[in-house]
């Protein structure tokens, strides 16, 4: 879709989904994977962990994997103005639903770190996967809030994928916003 999100706004409910880690913040932050026979080990930002784990679906049976990076405040963690600007433009109008959808396994670092830079994040509806795969978190937002519209704003073409397919088999209109390096890219499909 070539369109701006804003495009969008005369749907009555239009559901806008962030990401966090590399979306809403630029982190340091490093999931480490250790082959068990080989002891090979990995390091994987969230964007790389993501495709891997799509590449690796039996990565929990080959590998001890730490997330332990991902457990807390983001210590060294950058807001990525470009997209939180869009989040506070889009909080400050009704006819927006906005989430935050994170793989983390919990919100109280995200939350703090989110709040530390004026994020109104009493205007989200929050929610951690706790794992790769977000499907089922977005198929909550969905048959919770009924939206005429998804746009979700997400570092992981994975996870905009799976974004896509629960809003296909719901038949909402979708659109998306990859962010690379920290800046967005519309025209995602052509990544």
């Known amino acids: 879709m070539e369109k701006s ?13 962030f990401d966090f880690d590399e979306t809403l913040c630029k982190t340091n932050a490093l999931v480490r994977a250790i082959h068990k026979s080989t002891g090979k080990e990995l390091t994987l930002n969230s964007t790389e962990y993501a495709a891997w784990r799509k590449e690796e679906p ?15 405040y983001p210590e060294k963690g950058e807001l990525i103005e470009s997209v939180a600007n869009k989040l506070k433009q889009f909080a400050s109008k009704e006819n927006y639903i906005l989430a935050l959808v994170t793989g983390r396994d919990n919100l109280a670092g995200p939350k703090h770190f989110l709040s530390d830079n004026y994020i109104p994040i009493n ?5 951690c996967s706790g794992d790769p795969n977000k499907t089922n978190c977005y198929r909550s937002l969905i048959n919770t809030f009924e939206p005429e519209h998804v746009t979700i704003y997400e570092d992981s073409l994975a996870h905009i ?6 809003c296909a088999k719901f038949s909402v209109h979708f ?9 967005p890219v519309y025209d995602w499909r052509k990544k």
């Open 5 to 17: 999100p804003d495009y969008f706004h005369q749907y009555d409910k239009h559901l806008i989904i």
């Open 58 to 72: 039996n990565a929990y049976e080959l590998y001890d994997v730490d997330f332990s990076e991902f457990q807390r």
């Open 123 to 127: 205007k989200m509806f929050l929610m």
């Open 161 to 166: 994928n799976q974004c896509f397919e629960v």
């Open 175 to 183: 659109s998306a916003v990859l962010i690379v390096n920290g800046i």
